[in-house]
């Protein structure tokens, strides 16, 4: 299972894109909202997502966490315990951790880029502590993937798809959209 958590103020198209390309992949994913079931985006969209995060647990049906960006959706994300204890549970069981724009500075703080490869939004470099930091859309460093905002989410979803199934599935998927042609 693959939660993507949701704040107020997240980036719309930095977590309903790669939700779109994993579902379509075959992955289960869930939207969760981290202090309401509908969320209001940073473009004020609301989102009514599939649950709360008082309905789910850390167990290990995690396959990944998924961080979307944008402000102050990082910030809301940052300040949850709830979503942190989710971070760490993932990390420590070696699952996916992926954050996109901001939300890599949440990994930053934590410590979990350190050594790493990572990328983030322009203005984030000095949040993603002790990481290299590379401007390239997407990053995948081990368990950890970042990207570095809105105009990578496509190339976002197609990266943790690629992880979770793997590349082939990723690029059969990209061409039936008709991506990048």
Request: charged share 25%; proline share 3%; net charge negative.
């Amino acid at each position: 299972m693959v939660y993507v958590f949701l704040c107020d103020g997240f980036e719309e198209l930095e977590a309903l894109a790669p939700v779109d390309i994993l579902r379509r992949g075959g992955i289960k994913v869930l939207t969760v909202g981290v202090n309401s079931k509908i969320v209001l985006g940073s473009h004020k969209i609301p989102v009514v997502c599939d649950c709360e995060i008082s309905d789910i647990s850390a167990t290990d049906e995690i396959e990944a966490v998924v961080l979307p960006g944008g402000m102050p959706g990082t910030t809301n994300l940052k300040n949850s315990r709830e979503v942190n204890n989710f971070i760490d549970f993932a990390n420590t069981h070696n699952k996916l951790v992926c954050a996109i724009c901001a939300a890599p500075s949440i990994l930053g703080h934590k410590g979990l880029l350190k050594g790493k490869n990572a990328t983030c939004f322009t203005g984030f470099e000095k949040d993603l502590l002790g990481a290299f930091v590379k401007n390239t859309p997407t990053v995948k460093d081990g368990n950890i993937i970042t990207a570095f905002g809105a105009g990578a989410a496509f190339e976002f979803g197609f990266e943790i798809l690629s992880a979770l199934k793997d590349k082939n599935t990723a690029e059969d998927l990209r061409k039936s959209m008709r991506f990048g042609e």
